[in-house]
């Protein structure tokens, strides 16, 4: 089957639509003295609750005449940003000395709203030149005063911005709050408040090419969310030597096996089989619920795949420094493309496991991990709306969405489907089935899924729980979850316990559970998030990630067990 031209063109289009947020070339980035130079305001809201941010002009700023939005990317949309025009004028080498730029009579409306937001720490980010600023919009001074009704609070009214540049080029801008400065919001009555800035230009060696490299250093998250190196190599060297160390055991009890069943073969052909060997006739009988099995590894295979694009994406610079939307457009775009590999994938392993009703499976892949994303979002999208915050999308942007769902997710899922469907694959087993399954024996508590998932997923978790976004801790996560599950699916065949396909996949993807758990201790023992919004976007979209985690990590336990399973079966001789 051919792909249509229009969906061809709608993808390109969709591609190149997603690049518009690349690296900036240095020629688009050159001024002369006087020229205008874009600021932009973007958004404003609590420091500790960064879902929950509002437009800059949600808050009672003066509004200079022709304000103007700046037309945005999906994935600045996506992101939560919404750029317009800043009030300030910051031409290129051009001082200013605590220039007004609006004198304003706040209302006791305006005065109480201004309040509560200093009293959330709230902060403002803006973009000059693609460079963003941060600042916050006052303070609290609270004197040594325990009583929160005593304390002062206070808005900051003369922003000092200090520009570096080099030749013709704008190199880094910095911005402070003048300290002196300051209108009182304490009591509900009107105030006179006198809005300046201050402008200083300094010059500097530091070349075009390297201005993003300070971003890249510096972080705003607290000192505990940044990377320690020490830590991260200790932990990858102590999982590492555990995997050896386990990897050493499972050989050398592999090869005693091995031994002993070659052994029993040249004794008497009576004697009867125990352990692993006893189960040849029922390792490989198809699992229960085969079809949301199928769709699982569907699923999986294309979530591992988009992490996989989404590092080498990183990893060539695409995802620079504050490159505003880009990792969002690429989630989108990669999810979008890679969606026919699910579609391969469970169509193909479906038939492969016997299964007649496909395009039943095709919709249960589509929808095994949309689904309850889509719920979600429709739920999280709802309260951003009552909240008034940057984060709820516009129709416009859901309508961009549903038509790059309809227009190239779905047909490509079902071209993959098809060819999967068609790709005739027969299920490779090494020995025959039996007729009849025969009873698994009785099993100590230890060995059953919910403790076998403990133990699979607790591994894997020690490797990633300091940093999450390594390349290299991707990978070594990747090394232990199938290596641990491979050892519990062994122990599994070894009690004679045939019942491992559902069992290695749960194994494999409880990591993503021990994820999540540790996004409970976060969030209460390590942040300072709070309000519904916050928590309820925090909880509800960590549980689609690490519902992507509990697939794509399951996949990764399942195909690891199949081919270890696939392995002794075949090196041993079975009736």
């Given at each position: 089957?051919?792909?249509?031209?229009t969906?061809l063109l709608?993808i390109?289009?969709?591609?190149?639509?997603?690049a518009?947020?690349?690296r900036?070339?240095?020629?688009?980035?050159?001024y002369?003295?006087?020229d205008?130079?874009?600021?932009?305001?973007?958004?404003?809201?609590p420091?500790?609750n960064?879902?929950?941010?509002?437009?800059?002009?949600d808050?009672?700023?003066?509004?200079p005449?022709g304000?103007?939005d700046?037309?945005?990317?999906?994935?600045?949309?996506?992101?939560?940003d919404r750029?317009?025009?800043?009030?300030?004028?910051?031409?290129?080498?051009?001082?200013?000395?605590?220039?007004t730029?609006?004198?304003?009579?706040?209302?006791?409306?305006e005065?109480?709203?201004?309040?509560?937001?200093?009293?959330?720490?709230?902060?403002f980010?803006?973009?000059?030149?693609?460079?963003?600023?941060?600042?916050?919009?006052?303070?609290?001074?609270?004197?040594?005063?325990?009583?929160?009704s005593?304390?002062?609070?206070?808005?900051?009214k003369?922003?000092?911005?200090?520009?570096?540049?080099?030749?013709?080029?704008?190199i880094?801008i910095?911005?402070?709050?003048?300290?002196h400065?300051?209108?009182?919001v304490?009591?509900?009555k009107?105030?006179?408040?006198?809005?300046m800035?201050t402008?200083?230009?300094?010059?500097?060696?530091?070349?075009?090419?390297?201005?993003?490299?300070?971003?890249a250093?510096?972080?705003?998250?607290?000192?505990?969310?940044?990377?320690h190196?020490?830590?991260?190599?200790?932990?990858c060297?102590?999982?590492?030597?555990?995997?050896g160390?386990?990897?050493t055991?499972?050989?050398?009890?592999?090869?005693?096996?091995?031994m002993?069943?070659?052994?029993?073969?040249?004794a008497a052909?009576?004697?009867?089989?125990?352990?692993w060997k006893?189960?040849?006739?029922?390792?490989?009988?198809?699992?229960?619920?085969?079809?949301?099995?199928?769709?699982?590894?569907?699923s999986?295979?294309?979530?591992?795949?988009?992490?996989?694009?989404?590092?080498?994406?990183?990893?060539?610079?695409?995802?620079?420094?504050?490159?505003?939307?880009?990792?969002?457009?690429?989630?989108?775009?990669?999810?979008?493309?890679?969606?026919?590999?699910?579609?391969?994938?469970?169509?193909?392993?479906?038939c492969?496991?016997?299964?007649?009703?496909?395009?039943?499976?095709?919709?249960?892949?589509?929808?095994l991990?949309?689904?309850?994303?889509?719920?979600?979002?429709?739920?999280?999208n709802?309260?951003?709306?009552?909240?008034?915050?940057?984060?709820?999308?516009?129709f416009?942007?859901i309508?961009?969405?549903?038509?790059?769902?309809?227009l190239v997710?779905?047909?490509?899922?079902?071209?993959?489907?098809?060819?999967?469907?068609?790709?005739k694959?027969?299920?490779?087993?090494p020995?025959?089935?039996?007729?009849?399954?025969?009873?698994?024996?009785?099993l100590p508590w230890?060995r059953?899924?919910?403790?076998q998932?403990?133990?699979?997923?607790?591994?894997?978790?020690?490797?990633?729980?300091?940093?999450?976004?390594?390349?290299?801790?991707?990978?070594?996560?990747?090394?232990?979850?199938?290596?641990?599950?491979?050892?519990?699916?062994?122990?599994?065949?070894?009690?004679?316990?045939h019942?491992?396909w559902?069992?290695?996949f749960?194994?494999?993807?409880?990591?993503?559970l021990?994820?999540?758990?540790?996004?409970?201790?976060?969030?209460?023992?390590?942040s300072?998030?709070?309000?519904?919004?916050?928590?309820?976007?925090?909880f509800?979209?960590?549980?689609?990630?690490?519902?992507?985690?509990?697939?794509?990590?399951?996949?990764v336990?399942?195909?690891a067990?199949?081919?270890?399973?696939?392995h002794i079966y075949?090196s041993?001789?079975?009736?």
């Amino acid at each position: 089957m051919r792909i249509p031209t229009t969906l061809l063109l709608f993808i390109g289009a969709l591609i190149l639509s997603g690049a518009g947020n690349v690296r900036p070339d240095a020629s688009d980035h050159r001024y002369k003295e006087g020229d205008s130079v874009p600021l932009y305001a973007n958004k404003v809201g609590p420091f500790h609750n960064p879902s929950e941010t509002y437009r800059y002009f949600d808050l009672p700023f003066c509004i200079p005449e022709g304000v103007k939005d700046k037309k945005e990317a999906l994935g600045e949309v996506l992101n939560g940003d919404r750029l317009v025009s800043a009030p300030y004028k910051l031409n290129f080498r051009d001082e200013k000395d605590s220039e007004t730029y609006c004198k304003k009579k706040l209302s006791r409306e305006e005065v109480e709203q201004f309040r509560r937001a200093v009293e959330k720490d709230y902060y403002f980010q803006m973009y000059y030149d693609d460079l963003p600023i941060w600042g916050f919009i006052g303070k609290v001074d609270k004197d040594g005063k325990s009583d929160p009704s005593e304390f002062k609070y206070f808005l900051y009214k003369h922003i000092q911005f200090e520009i570096l540049y080099n030749e013709d080029r704008v190199i880094e801008i910095n911005a402070r709050m003048d300290p002196h400065s300051l209108v009182d919001v304490t009591e509900d009555k009107e105030v006179d408040a006198e809005f300046m800035y201050t402008v200083k230009w300094k010059e500097t060696e530091t070349p075009f090419e390297k201005r993003m490299d300070k971003y890249a250093m510096s972080s705003s998250l607290p000192h505990h969310l940044e990377i320690h190196w020490f830590s991260i190599i200790n932990s990858c060297v102590t999982v590492l030597l555990l995997t050896g160390f386990l990897a050493t055991i499972l050989m050398r009890v592999l090869k005693n096996d091995f031994m002993k069943y070659a052994q029993d073969e040249e004794a008497a052909d009576d004697q009867e089989e125990t352990g692993w060997k006893y189960i040849h006739g029922d390792v490989f009988r198809f699992p229960k619920y085969k079809s949301v099995f199928a769709a699982s590894l569907g699923s999986g295979t294309q979530l591992f795949t988009l992490t996989i694009f989404i590092f080498m994406l990183s990893l060539v610079g695409v995802f620079y420094p504050y490159n505003r939307g880009a990792l969002f457009t690429a989630l989108v775009v990669i999810y979008a493309l890679t969606s026919g590999i699910a579609g391969y994938t469970a169509s193909s392993f479906y038939c492969q496991l016997e299964g007649k009703n496909w395009v039943r499976n095709l919709l249960l892949t589509g929808g095994l991990f949309c689904g309850p994303l889509f719920l979600t979002f429709c739920f999280l999208n709802t309260v951003a709306i009552a909240y008034s915050a940057t984060a709820a999308l516009p129709f416009g942007t859901i309508v961009v969405i549903v038509l790059i769902w309809t227009l190239v997710t779905s047909p490509l899922l079902v071209l993959g489907g098809i060819a999967g469907k068609n790709s005739k694959a027969e299920f490779q087993a090494p020995v025959r089935t039996t007729k009849y399954p025969r009873e698994i024996p009785q099993l100590p508590w230890y060995r059953s899924a919910i403790p076998q998932m403990a133990m699979a997923g607790f591994l894997p978790f020690s490797a990633i729980y300091i940093e999450l976004i390594l390349f290299i801790v991707f990978i070594i996560l990747l090394i232990v979850t199938a290596f641990i599950t491979v050892a519990l699916t062994y122990f599994q065949l070894a009690a004679e316990d045939h019942e491992w396909w559902w069992r290695s996949f749960l194994c494999g993807g409880s990591t993503g559970l021990f994820i999540y758990a540790y996004c409970l201790y976060y969030y209460y023992a390590r942040s300072d998030m709070s309000c519904f919004m916050q928590t309820s976007f925090f909880f509800g979209y960590m549980a689609c990630i690490c519902y992507g985690f509990f697939l794509m990590l399951g996949t990764v336990g399942f195909r690891a067990s199949l081919f270890f399973v696939r392995h002794i079966y075949r090196s041993i001789k079975c009736e």
